[in-house]
Antibody, heavy 121, light 106 residues
């Protein structure tokens, strides 16, 4: 079983909302910081934001508030919503597990394999 | 925002070679740099933490060093399985940022 696995639609229309799920099988999702990261040909790797229970959030200002994240501890799932997408949001999206405490949010020790998302009409 | 300038973008090596990949930070970020290896379609693998600490289970031919804001990943005695994409990450300040990556061909 893959420790982290991203899932969601591979194609999203411009101006709509991109929604992805990260299924976590390796540990309790409550205890760590969880991040979304993307990789595109034009911008390389870009950190989108992180979330930890019960609601500690840090975001990349470049996304101008388009990002929302949440988690469902009962399912051990971590979610991403990116609204008002454009072609520039076409990328491979990854979820990653960080540390337990502030200062270690992005000490990623586990990554998912990634999911390709294309924004196109 | 901290910029990480990673070089080279592409590297070709022969089994047994020693290679180095550089990551230069635009400001002081202490030792908060990690190194990762990624192969196509696979999860990234954590190689080096805090600039120099080898992650458990990673072969000892991988090592990391730091001199001020300059970070280096070294691979000694390269093996064919080391062909991959390598990248650095700074987790000192938000937004966390990455180097542009290095594709290593064996």
């Amino acid at each position: 079983q893959v420790p982290l696995q991203e899932s969601g639609p591979g194609l999203v229309k411009p101006s709509e909302t991109l929604s992805l799920t990260c299924s976590v099988s390796v540990t309790s999702i409550n205890s760590y910081y969880w991040s979304w990261i993307r990789k595109s040909p034009g911008k390389g790797l870009e950190w989108l934001g992180c979330f930890s229970y019960p609601g500690n959030i840090k975001q990349n200002p470049s996304l101008r508030g388009r990002v929302a994240m949440s988690l469902d501890a009962s399912r051990n799932h971590f979610y991403l919503s990116l609204r008002s997408v454009t072609a520039a949001d076409t990328a491979v999206y990854y979820c990653a597990k960080g540390g337990k405490s502030s200062g270690w949010e992005a000490n990623f020790d586990l990554w998912g394999p990634g999911i390709q998302v294309t924004v196109s009409s | 925002e901290t910029t990480l300038t990673q070089s080279p973008a592409f590297l070709s090596a022969t089994p047994g070679d020693r290679v180095t990949i550089s990551c230069k930070a635009s400001e002081d970020i202490d030792d908060d740099v990690n190194w990762y290896q990624q192969k196509p379609g696979k999860p990234a693998i954590f190689l080096i933490q805090e600039g120099t600490k080898l992650i458990r289970g990673v072969p000892s031919r991988f090592s990391g060093s730091r001199f001020g804001t300059d970070f280096t990943l070294t691979i000694n005695n390269i093996e064919s399985e080391d062909a991959a994409y390598y990248f650095c990450l700074q987790h000192d300040n938000v937004p966390f940022t990455f180097g542009q990556g290095t594709k290593l061909e064996i």
